[in-house]
């Protein structure tokens, strides 16, 4: 597609619940990106794809957060059994890099709002 | 560890007035800087990039120059627009610590009246 798109752009749940939150890269990135943006905070690395492997999980907050990318395209971000310290911004971005390269551009897609009740 | 610091907001300028936002950094090795901007209602977008000290980034009138010596990259325009009003966030990736990922700033939000 044109960009990075993400789905869905607002997600209201009970406190509890899981959630799957779906990222589509631009056409032929290889390498992708997830952040987490609290309210008045810039965004924090989740995590990293590089095709369908994932090659940097060091960010993701406990063993309630989960993603995977299997073909290596789109790639779903996965919160189990959600709190109401999870609600936040949640995005998305990728490069065509084929490895983490210093320097290279990231092009984001616009964010899926999550609110836990 | 690496870090960006950057003014906060909010800035209120009137339309034509000069900008500055600045931006500090700490990094291991030598870090790739980055401002990005997220207009109402739309997603985060490059504004410009600067990957070695001294280098001069720029775009849609936005400047910023990667100074290694004072670690910083502040983002300057010369006469701003009401379309300019949006929040901007300043960010680096590092050889150590982070590689390839980008560490943000807490952004600062522009508004610019008619």
């Known amino acids: 597609g044109a960009g990075v798109s993400q789905s869905p752009r607002y997600k209201v749940t009970k406190r509890g619940q899981d959630v799957a939150l779906r990222c589509d890269p631009i056409?032929?990135?290889?390498?992708l990106y997830w952040y987490r943006q609290a309210l008045g905070q810039g965004p924090e690395f989740l995590t990293y794809?590089?095709?369908?492997?994932?090659?940097?999980k060091s960010g993701l907050p406990n063993d309630r957060f989960s993603a995977e990318r299997p073909e290596g395209s789109i790639s779903t971000l996965t919160i189990q059994r959600t709190e109401q310290r999870d609600s936040a911004m949640y995005r998305c971005?990728?490069?065509?890099?084929?490895?983490?390269?210093?320097?290279?551009?990231?092009?984001f897609g616009p964010g899926t709002r999550l609110l836990v009740l | 560890g690496n870090s960006v610091t950057q003014m906060e907001g909010p800035v209120t300028l009137s339309e034509e007035a000069f900008l500055t936002i600045n931006c500090t950094y700490t990094?291991?090795?030598?870090?790739?800087l980055f401002w990005y901007v997220q207009y109402p209602g739309e997603g985060l977008q490059l504004l410009l990039k600067?990957?070695?000290?001294?280098d001069k980034g720029s775009n849609k009138g936005f400047e910023a120059t990667y100074r290694k010596e004072t670690t910083s990259f502040h983002l300057e325009k010369g006469s701003v627009q009401v379309s300019d009003s949006a929040v901007y966030f300043c960010?680096?990736?590092?050889?150590?610590?982070?590689?390839?990922?980008?560490?943000f700033g807490k952004g600062t939000k522009l508004s610019v009246k008619p």
């Open positions: 971005a990728s490069t065509k890099a084929n490895k983490r390269e210093i320097g290279e551009t990231q092009y």
């Open positions: 056409s032929g990135h290889v390498s």
């Open positions: 794809f590089n095709y369908e492997a994932q090659q940097d």
């Open positions: 990094a291991t090795g030598y870090p790739s």
């Open positions: 600067a990957t070695k000290a001294d």
């Open positions: 960010a680096l990736n590092a050889v150590l610590g982070s590689q390839g990922n980008l560490i």
